[in-house]
C-alpha cells in the first residue's frame, strides 16, 4: 500500500480516523459495534463492555495507529473470514 490523497494532504499508507481517546463509553460503544455486528452477519453474538474495557486496556499504550501488517499478525482469524 502507498500514500493516499485526500483533500489535498498526503497520508502515508492509512488516512487518519477519529482520535484515538475515548469519545464514546463502554456502553455506548457496545451498543454501535453490537448493532453492526448483527447488521452485517445476522449471526455475530453480542460485544460485551469487558471486551471493549479489554480492548483500550490492550490499546493503551499504541502510539498512533496499526499497521495493517502488526494488526493482522496480533488478529490473525479475522483475515481468514
Known amino acids: 500500500m502507498g500514500s493516499i490523497e485526500v483533500l489535498g494532504p498526503q497520508y502515508p499508507k492509512v488516512v487518519p480516523m477519529i482520535p484515538s481517546e475515548p469519545r464514546l463509553d ?5 451498543a454501535v459495534l453490537t448493532y453492526v455486528r ?5 449471526r455475530a453474538s453480542p460485544i460485551t463492555t469487558e471486551q471493549i474495557a479489554n ?3 490492550d ?3 499504541q502510539p498512533g495507529f496499526y ?10 482469524a479475522d483475515s481468514a473470514k
Open 38 to 42: 448483527k447488521s452485517w452477519t445476522h
Open 59 to 61: 490499546v493503551k499504550a
Open 26 to 30: 463502554e456502553e455506548e460503544l457496545t
Open 67 to 76: 499497521e495493517p501488517e502488526k494488526r493482522l499478525k496480533l488478529h490473525p
Open 55 to 57: 480492548v483500550r486496556e
